[in-house]
């Protein structure tokens, strides 16, 4: 249902098991940058009516999720520690040229929302099934569910807003790029590295 190139090696579990409070701490910021990135939306693109609907709805979702890990990091005794560079999505941005007219920029920044979202909805179904802590990987379970919800609903307004074939060509092109991203990554304690 992804598409996404290449799958996540299951090992990259085993990093994560090691270092819960370090993943728990970038997962947070994930959230926190994912309802950034739809504010970011709504300020840049105002109207698109629908697509402004849309992201208030997803920052406030966005937000509720930073809060669930933040509960979590806070539960476990620990306190949120600093952000890091995301090098996946640093990477995953140099993929499209930058310029263009409005609408190829919005359909570039849902292309890469889209992946993000994916990429993100790929790891928490491989922790929600590898992980030993079962509450854990129960709440990566139901996170995984939210984020298919989001890959898809950006990767819908992409087709809408640009012209179909062409999204789906740029989608298909940024989906092998990541695959030789992917090949570099998944040995540190990081969501998406």
């Known amino acids: 249902m992804l598409g996404l190139k290449l799958p996540t090696d299951p090992r990259w579990v085993n990093i994560v098991e090691k270092n819960i409070d370090e993943i728990l701490t970038d997962h947070a910021y994930c ?59 640093l990477e995953l941005l140099k993929f499209f040229p930058s310029g263009g007219n409005r609408t190829v920029q919005l359909v570039h920044r849902l292309l890469y929302a889209a ?40 990767l819908r307004f992409a087709r809408q807003y640009g012209d179909r074939a062409e999204v789906d060509k740029k989608w298909n092109a940024l989906l092998e790029y990541e695959a030789e991203i992917m090949k570099n990554l998944g040995t540190r304690e990081s969501i998406h590295g």
């Open 115 to 154: 992946l993000i979202e994916a990429r993100s909805c790929e790891r928490f179904r491989l922790l929600s099934e590898e992980l030993e802590d079962r509450e854990l990987a129960d709440f990566y379970q139901k996170l995984m569910v939210s984020e298919a919800g989001h890959y898809t609903l950006f």
């Open 31 to 89: 959230e926190q940058k994912a309802a950034s990135t739809a504010i970011s939306l709504i300020v840049t693109f105002p109207e698109y009516t629908d697509l402004v609907q849309e992201m208030t709805a997803l920052a406030r979702e966005e937000m509720a999720h930073f809060k669930m890990v933040h509960d979590r990091i806070i539960a476990r005794g620990q306190i949120l520690g600093r952000d890091r560079k995301d090098y996946y999505v």
